[in-house]
C-alpha cells in the first residue's frame, strides 16, 4: 500500500492488557501524533500517551464527540467489547454534526458488535448463513431451560447470551452441574443482565484456536493463528476466565484448516451481514473448536482478544496507525502484514480469588527485573498506582508477561522466567501456557 507520512492522533478506548499493548505497538509508528487515552489509570498506558480529559459515557458520548474534533482525532480505536455493544464506534463516526471532520474509528458498530454482545442473535446468524457450529438452543425461561437440560443425553454447555467478560461460559460435567449452572446465570444473575437468557449448545470436542481477522466490510484479511487458555488452572481445570495466556502461533497450523474457517465460516458471517445491511469494520474473532467433523465456530468476538492482542502486537512488523486506517476505511486490499518469524508466549497473573472475588489493592513488586529479561514486555491488564505510587493490583487479571523467542520453548522459558520475578501476595497464574501447542 502506498505510505502516507501524515500525522495522525488516535483515541484508544479501553484500559486493558490489550489496550496496553495496542498503544505500545502504536508508538512504534512513524504515523502517530497524540496518543489519547479514555483510562490513563493503568500505569503501563499512562507512560505511553496522554489522558483524554473528558468523561467517558458510552450512552452519552456527546462530549466524546467534541474532544476528538478539538483535538483533532484521525483515528478511534476501540479495544473492548462493552463501548462496541453501547454503540459508540457509530456515535463517533457520526461526528456531532458541527461541519468540524468526525474521527474514522476502528471498531464495528452497534450491529455487527451484536456477534458478540448477544449469541442468541448470532446464533440464528450462524444457522442462516449455514456455517459450522454446536446444535444449541436459546431459552429466556430457566424452568424451560432446565427441562431441556434434563431431556439430553450428551453434555451440554451453558451460555450466558450477554456480555459476560469471558466468563459467561460454564462447561458443566453433569446435568445437575449444568441446571446449577442455570441457576447461577438466570435466577441468581451471577452475570448481570447477561443472564437474561442463555445458549445451550452441545459440548464440543476436538482442539480449540483463536482465528482474527481484519475486516473492512468488503475484503477479510486472516491475522496470524492463537490459541488462548481460557480454564483457570493447568491442564484446562476449574472455571473460565477471561483468559489466562495465549501464544501464536498456534492452534492452527494446517493451511488447509485455515482454509476451511476462512471459506465456510468467515465468509458466509460477512456476506450474511452484508445482505442484512450490516456493515462490519474492525476485527472478527472466531473462536474455533478442531472437530473430528470440521472446524466449528464456538463463538465470535468483534475486538481483539484479550491475551491474543499481546502475542499478536509483539510479533507483528506492519506499521499498526496504517493497518487501523486500511481497515476502518475499506483499504484492506492493499495491506501487506509482516510478522516476525518468531513464537510469542503470554502469561496472565492473577489476583488471589479470580475469577470470583479477586483480591485487589496488593502492592506489586519485581517489574523492573521483569522487563530486563531478554525478549519480555509487561503489559498491565489490572494495575493502578496507590496514594504512596506503588503500583497494586486493581483487578482480576494483574499483568500480561509476554515474551518473544526463537521457538515456542525459549519464548515459555522466558515469559516464566520474568514471572518468577514479580511478586505480589496470591499471584496465580498457570504453568502450562504453550507447553501443548499441537506439534
Given at each position: 500500500?502506498?505510505?502516507?507520512?501524515?500525522?495522525?492522533?488516535?483515541?484508544?478506548?479501553?484500559?486493558?492488557?490489550?489496550?496496553?499493548?495496542?498503544?505500545?505497538?502504536?508508538?512504534?509508528?512513524?504515523?502517530?501524533?497524540?496518543?489519547?487515552?479514555?483510562?490513563?489509570?493503568?500505569?503501563?498506558?499512562?507512560?505511553?500517551?496522554?489522558?483524554?480529559?473528558?468523561?467517558?459515557?458510552?450512552?452519552?458520548?456527546?462530549?466524546?464527540?467534541?474532544?476528538?474534533?478539538?483535538?483533532?482525532?484521525?483515528?478511534?480505536?476501540?479495544?473492548?467489547?462493552?463501548?462496541?455493544?453501547?454503540?459508540?464506534?457509530?456515535?463517533?463516526?457520526?461526528?456531532?454534526?458541527?461541519?468540524?471532520?468526525?474521527?474514522?474509528?476502528?471498531?464495528?458498530?452497534?450491529?455487527?458488535?451484536?456477534?458478540?454482545?448477544?449469541?442468541?442473535?448470532?446464533?440464528?446468524?450462524?444457522?442462516?448463513?449455514?456455517?459450522?457450529?454446536?446444535?444449541?438452543?436459546?431459552?429466556?425461561?430457566?424452568?424451560?431451560?432446565?427441562?431441556?437440560?434434563?431431556?439430553?443425553?450428551?453434555?451440554?454447555?451453558?451460555?450466558?447470551?450477554?456480555?459476560?467478560?469471558?466468563?459467561?461460559?460454564?462447561?458443566?460435567?453433569?446435568?445437575?452441574?449444568?441446571?446449577?449452572?442455570?441457576?447461577?446465570?438466570?435466577?441468581?444473575?451471577?452475570?448481570?443482565?447477561?443472564?437474561?437468557?442463555?445458549?445451550?449448545?452441545?459440548?464440543?470436542?476436538?482442539?480449540?484456536?483463536?482465528?482474527?481477522?481484519?475486516?473492512?466490510?468488503?475484503?477479510?484479511y486472516l491475522l496470524e493463528a492463537c490459541q488462548d487458555h481460557k480454564r483457570?488452572?493447568?491442564?484446562?481445570?476449574?472455571?473460565?476466565?477471561?483468559?489466562?495466556?495465549?501464544?501464536?502461533?498456534?492452534?492452527?497450523?494446517?493451511?488447509?484448516?485455515?482454509?476451511?474457517?476462512?471459506?465456510?465460516?468467515?465468509?458466509?458471517?460477512?456476506?450474511?451481514?452484508?445482505?442484512?445491511?450490516?456493515?462490519?469494520?474492525?476485527?472478527?474473532?472466531?473462536?474455533?473448536?478442531?472437530?473430528?467433523?470440521?472446524?466449528?465456530?464456538?463463538?465470535?468476538?468483534?475486538?481483539?482478544?484479550?491475551?491474543?492482542?499481546?502475542?499478536?502486537?509483539?510479533?507483528?512488523?506492519?506499521?499498526?496507525?496504517?493497518?487501523?486506517?486500511?481497515?476502518?476505511?475499506?483499504?484492506?486490499?492493499?495491506?501487506?502484514?509482516?510478522?516476525?518469524?518468531?513464537?510469542?508466549?503470554?502469561?496472565?497473573?492473577?489476583?488471589?480469588?479470580?475469577?470470583?472475588?479477586?483480591?485487589?489493592?496488593?502492592?506489586?513488586?519485581?517489574?523492573?527485573?521483569?522487563?530486563?529479561?531478554?525478549?519480555?514486555?509487561?503489559?498491565?491488564?489490572?494495575?493502578?498506582?496507590?496514594?504512596?505510587?506503588?503500583?497494586?493490583?486493581?483487578?482480576?487479571?494483574?499483568l500480561s508477561v509476554t515474551a518473544v523467542g526463537e521457538s515456542m520453548e525459549?519464548?515459555?522459558?522466558r515469559a516464566y522466567r520474568a514471572c518468577d520475578l514479580i511478586r505480589f501476595?496470591?499471584?496465580?497464574?498457570?504453568?502450562?501456557?504453550?507447553?501443548?501447542?499441537?506439534?
Amino acid at each position: 500500500m502506498t505510505k502516507s507520512t501524515e500525522r495522525v492522533n488516535v483515541l484508544l478506548v479501553g484500559g486493558g492488557g490489550r489496550e496496553h499493548a495496542i498503544a505500545w505497538k502504536l508508538r512504534q509508528s512513524g504515523r502517530l501524533g497524540q496518543l489519547w487515552l479514555t483510562h490513563p489509570e493503568n500505569p503501563g498506558l499512562a507512560e505511553l500517551g496522554r489522558a483524554a480529559d473528558v468523561p467517558i459515557e458510552y450512552d452519552r458520548p456527546f462530549r466524546l464527540q467534541r474532544f476528538c474534533e478539538k483535538e483533532r482525532v484521525g483515528l478511534v480505536i476501540i479495544g473492548p467489547e462493552a463501548p462496541l455493544a453501547a454503540g459508540l464506534a457509530d456515535a463517533l463516526a457520526a461526528g456531532t454534526g458541527s461541519g468540524d471532520a468526525a474521527p474514522v474509528v476502528f471498531g464495528p458498530g452497534k450491529q455487527a458488535a451484536m456477534l458478540e454482545s448477544d449469541k442468541a442473535w448470532a446464533k440464528q446468524l450462524f444457522r442462516a448463513a449455514a456455517i459450522p457450529t454446536a446444535e444449541g438452543r436459546v431459552f429466556s425461561d430457566a424452568d424451560a431451560a432446565k427441562e431441556y437440560i434434563r431431556s439430553r443425553e450428551s453434555p451440554q454447555v451453558v451460555k450466558a447470551a450477554g456480555l459476560a467478560q469471558g466468563k459467561g461460559v460454564i462447561v458443566p460435567d453433569t446435568a445437575d452441574d449444568a441446571v446449577a449452572a442455570i441457576d447461577r446465570i438466570m435466577v441468581r444473575r451471577e452475570f448481570g443482565d447477561a443472564g437474561a437468557k442463555v445458549v445451550i449448545e452441545e459440548r464440543l470436542r476436538g482442539r480449540e484456536a483463536s482465528v482474527l481477522a481484519l475486516v473492512d466490510g468488503r475484503t477479510i484479511y486472516l491475522l496470524e493463528a492463537c490459541q488462548d487458555h481460557k480454564r483457570l488452572g493447568d491442564g484446562d481445570t476449574g472455571p473460565n476466565t477471561g483468559g489466562m495466556g495465549a501464544f501464536c502461533p498456534g492452534g492452527v497450523t494446517d493451511d488447509k484448516v485455515i482454509e476451511r474457517v476462512y471459506r465456510e465460516i468467515l465468509v458466509p458471517t460477512i456476506d450474511t451481514l452484508k445482505r442484512d445491511g450490516i456493515d462490519f469494520r474492525g476485527v472478527l474473532y472466531a473462536g474455533i473448536m478442531l472437530t473430528p467433523a470440521g472446524p466449528k465456530v464456538l463463538e465470535f468476538n468483534t475486538r481483539f482478544g484479550d491475551p491474543e492482542c499481546q502475542v499478536l502486537m509483539t510479533r507483528m512488523r506492519a506499521d499498526l496507525v496504517d493497518v487501523c486506517l486500511a481497515t476502518a476505511t475499506r483499504k484492506l486490499d492493499n495491506v501487506s502484514i509482516d510478522w516476525q518469524p518468531a513464537a510469542s508466549c503470554c502469561v496472565v497473573l492473577a489476583s488471589h480469588g479470580y475469577p470470583d472475588r479477586p483480591r485487589t489493592g496488593v502492592p506489586v513488586e519485581g517489574l523492573a527485573d521483569a522487563a530486563e529479561v531478554e525478549g519480555v514486555t509487561v503489559f498491565h491488564s489490572g494495575t493502578r498506582r496507590d496514594e504512596a505510587g506503588r503500583i497494586v493490583t486493581a483487578g482480576g487479571r494483574v499483568l500480561s508477561v509476554t515474551a518473544v523467542g526463537e521457538s515456542m520453548e525459549q519464548a515459555r522459558q522466558r515469559a516464566y522466567r520474568a514471572c518468577d520475578l514479580i511478586r505480589f501476595e496470591g499471584k496465580t497464574y498457570r504453568k502450562d501456557i504453550g507447553a501443548d501447542t499441537g506439534r
